[in-house]
């Protein structure tokens, strides 16, 4: 919650999307219970590198994604 607070207070996420974001935190603790959390962390690491680069939607590319350990 307080990076989600950061990314509201600083502009780099609008309150609409919010529900997009949350839905993103949601999966990535449904993938720490079933992969490793260095996994886990790896993947929202490079999620989050590609989401500022590209500005897409939060979670909108979790159907396209080939997620692996």
Do not use: P
């Not at 989600?4 to 997009?20: D, F, G, I, K, P």
């Amino acid at each position: 919650m307080r990076l989600l607070n950061h990314l509201l207070s600083t502009n780099l996420l609008q309150r609409q999307e919010v529900e997009y974001y949350l839905a993103y935190t949601t999966r990535i603790f449904e993938f720490a219970d079933i992969y490793e959390w260095s996994s886990v962390l790896g993947y929202d690491y490079h999620y989050r590198e590609l989401q500022a680069e590209h500005n897409f939607k939060w979670d909108l590319f979790h159907h396209i994604w080939n997620f692996k350990c």
